[in-house]
């Protein structure tokens, strides 16, 4: 039976360059704005049914928090993405390098 080699976190991308870095780093980014975006959906649906309670302006207050969700589920379409773009790049150029 094969021993089975492990691989520190540091080896992990031992073969990339600069562009690599950079592409990693940006990556990082949007996966954190990615991430980010659950947490404020739970702040607006916290808002939208606050609004049921007190809001005299019932059809208003749920327009704007239409909007909100609107805007905040394009921008987390684009950072997804993004996201996901650039780190199937980064795992392409790193499988490259690996079978050269």
């Given at each position: 039976?094969?021993?089975?080699?492990?691989?520190?976190?540091?080896?992990?991308?031992?073969?990339?360059?600069?562009?690599?870095?950079?592409?990693?780093?940006?990556?990082?980014?949007f996966s954190c704005g990615s991430g980010a975006s659950f947490p404020?959906?739970?702040?607006?649906?916290?808002?939208?049914?606050?609004?049921?309670?007190?809001?005299?302006?019932?059809?208003?207050?749920?327009?704007?928090?239409?909007?909100?969700?609107?805007?905040?589920?394009?921008?987390?379409?684009?950072?997804?993405?993004?996201?996901?773009?650039?780190?199937?790049?980064?795992?392409?150029?790193?499988?490259?390098?690996?079978?050269?």
């Amino acid at each position: 039976m094969p021993v089975k080699r492990y691989v520190a976190f540091s080896e992990l991308f031992r073969y990339a360059d600069t562009k690599d870095w950079i592409f990693i780093i940006i990556a990082a980014i949007f996966s954190c704005g990615s991430g980010a975006s659950f947490p404020i959906f739970a702040v607006i649906s916290g808002d939208m049914i606050d609004k049921f309670n007190g809001s005299p302006d019932l059809v208003g207050a749920a327009a704007h928090n239409l909007y909100l969700y609107l805007g905040l589920g394009a921008a987390s379409m684009v950072v997804g993405f993004i996201m996901f773009s650039l780190w199937t790049i980064i795992g392409e150029r790193q499988a490259i390098k690996l079978r050269k």
